[in-house]
C-alpha cells in the first residue's frame, strides 16, 4: 500500500518560533498533498491543498502567512508554522492519494506540536 | 455544504459481538464513501470505500452498506476484538471529480474482553 511518512512526530516550541514539519510519500510520486488539523475528539480540518511546483490552496479562515506550505518535490511537502503562539498547538497530519480514482487518502503519522 | 454525522457517543460492545457504526450525511451523494479507522495520536488508516452504485462491500470481518435513499452509511466489524477498540471516521468524496473528502468527526468503538 501507498506509505507517507511525517516527520517529526512531536516538537515543543517556545512561542513565537517556527516550526518545519515534513511530509514524505515513500512510494509513490505525490503532485498534491494535503494538510490537516486536529483538534481533541474533533473531526479533521483540511488547512490547505499542497500543489508541486505551484502555490498552496488554502482553505478560507486559515492563514497563509501563518503556515507556509511548500512542496518543492514530488514526494516532500513542508508546513512551517510560523511565530508559533499556544493557540497553535494541536495534531497536524498531512496526506495524499497515489493517483487512485477512488480518491482515498494515505495519511502520515501525525506531528503533535506544543508551543509553551 | 455536505455535513456529515457519526455519533459522538462512543460505542462499547463486547469481544465477539459485531460492532455497528452509523454515517449520516445531509447534502448530495458522494461519489464514494471511504471508512477510516484512526488510534489514538496516529493518523488515520484507509479501510474501505463504497461507490454510490453499490448497495454492499465486504472485506475480510468489515462490511459496509450505503443507502442513498436514507443517506446513510453502515459500518460493521464483526466477531469483534480489543484490538478492533479505535475511532472510525467516515468520509465523503464528492462527485464531479473533485476527489477531496470530507471527514465526519469518527465514532470511538471499545471492544471489552
Known amino acids: 500500500g501507498a506509505v507517507v511518512s511525517q516527520h517529526p512526530s512531536w516538537v515543543i516550541c517556545k512561542s513565537g518560533t517556527s516550526v518545519k514539519i515534513e511530509c514524505r510519500s515513500l512510494?509513490?510520486?505525490?503532485?498534491?498533498m494535503f494538510w490537516y488539523r486536529q483538534f481533541p475528539k474533533q473531526s479533521l480540518m483540511l488547512m490547505a491543498t499542497?500543489?508541486?511546483?505551484?502555490?498552496?490552496?488554502?482553505e478560507q479562515g486559515v492563514e497563509k502567512d501563518k503556515f507556509l506550505i511548500n512542496h518543492a518535490s514530488l514526494t516532500l511537502s513542508t508546513l512551517t508554522v510560523t511565530s508559533a503562539h499556544p493557540e497553535d498547538s494541536s495534531f497536524y497530519i498531512c496526506?495524499?492519494?497515489?493517483?487512485?480514482?477512488?480518491?482515498?487518502?494515505?495519511f502520515g503519522e501525525g506531528s503533535r506540536l506544543t508551543v509553551l | 455544504s455536505q455535513k456529515i454525522e457519526q455519533n459522538s457517543e462512543a460505542l462499547n460492545i463486547q469481544e465477539g459481538k459485531t460492532a455497528t457504526l452509523t454515517c449520516n450525511y445531509t447534502n448530495y451523494s458522494p461519489a464514494y464513501l471511504q471508512w477510516y479507522r484512526q488510534d489514538p495520536g496516529r493518523g488515520p488508516v484507509f479501510l474501505l470505500l463504497i461507490r454510490e452504485n453499490e448497495k454492499e462491500k465486504r472485506k475480510e470481518r468489515l462490511k459496509v452498506t450505503f443507502d442513498t435513499t436514507l443517506k446513510q452509511s453502515l459500518f460493521h466489524i464483526t466477531a469483534s476484538q480489543p484490538a478492533d477498540s479505535a475511532t472510525y471516521l467516515c468520509?465523503?468524496?464528492?462527485?464531479?471529480?473533485?476527489?477531496?473528502?470530507?471527514f465526519g468527526r469518527g465514532t470511538s468503538l471499545i471492544v471489552h474482553p
Open positions: 499542497s500543489n508541486e511546483g505551484s502555490k498552496a490552496t488554502y
Open positions: 468520509a465523503l468524496a464528492p462527485p464531479g471529480g473533485s476527489y477531496i473528502p470530507t
Open positions: 496526506s495524499a492519494n497515489p493517483g487512485t480514482s477512488t480518491g482515498e487518502l494515505f
Open positions: 512510494d509513490f510520486q505525490a503532485t498534491t
